[in-house]
């Protein structure tokens, strides 16, 4: 369904200065599957988002890469045939903090005539109206909703609709940033619940759920990415990801959190000491190099992904059974 082969894309300061926030990304979502995409604010998360619809604004520019949804090659398309032929149809997104994004001024059923209407100008506003109607009923709002105005909804309630809006016109691949760190445990959990039934309804046929906290993704995605510094530094099953990660990073993302599940809940929480590098001159070797407790001297020296049996990947020198031997003596 969609497919990103080695994307390079960067951001160029009013200075000239190159930075790369996503360096030779690869990744792949089947249809019917969920990735999810973790990391700390600054390793590339949303530029990732961005960079996958095709749409590009200065100061983000696209380097190399391929990204293909559902057979179509959209890599260097302009800006203007990715608005009309591929956003909102072939693949949509939705936006950190994407509530504010509402103009109060105007019904919630306008928005929904302006996405249909830019793409399929034949449809009624008859047949408009029923089909978010049904949208709205797989997210839980009444069909009033739509005849009242943003300020008359709670936060969960215009999360709700955004995600209506993002997901109106079926599209194949749903790109969801962070959509529900605005909002309460309680709101979050519907949140979560309303995409998976925006997939089983057939509203969406995959999806890519973007969040700082590793522990969400396990009730949400089935498998996880985890993103350092522009890259890749760890991939794999959503469970194992959360449970057993492989990569120092991963390791050290999850040991600083609080984990409600079963098996987590009495673990001691840990700092990753450190800052990220600072992207206009990356290190060229491992990027997690100076903030890592098992770093070697061989880490100054570009490190690949290795790839497992099982199909995971990380980015290390250190062996699967390296590492496991040394978190074994940290404990």
Known sequence: MLEVNELTTKYITRFGEDVYAVDHVSLKVEEGKSLGIAGESG???????????????????YTSGEIII?????????????????????????????MNALNPTRKIINFIED???????????????????????????????????PVELSGGMKQRTVIAVSVILTPKVLIADEPSSALDVTSQKMVIKMLRNLMENGFIKSMIFITHELPLLYNVTDDIMVMYA??????????????????????????SIIVPEKGLRDAKLTAIPGVPPNLK????????AERCKYVRPECKDFVNLRELEDGRAYRCVLSEKELREAYKNVR
Request: net charge neutral; aromatic share 8%.
């Open 230 to 255: 522009g890259q890749i530094v760890e991939k794999g099953a959503a469970k194992e990801a959360v449970f057993d990660p492989l990569h120092p990073y991963s390791k050290g993302l999850m040991g």
């Open 43 to 61: 390793c590339g998360k949303s530029t990732l988002a961005l960079s996958l619809m095709g749409y590009y604004f200065a100061p983000l520019h």
């Open 115 to 149: 996405v249909i209407e830019a793409h399929d100008s034949t449809k009624t506003k008859k047949e408009i109206y029923e089909l978010a109607r049904q949208c709205f009923e797989v997210l839980g709002l009444p069909a009033e909703v739509l005849e009242k105005y």
């Open 70 to 98: 559902d057979g179509k090659n959209i890599s260097g398309m302009k800006p203007d045939d990715v608005r009309k032929s591929i956003l909102g149809t072939e693949i949509a997104y939705i936006p950190q903090a994407a």
């Open 281 to 288: 001159r990356p290190p060229s070797g491992c990027r997690f």
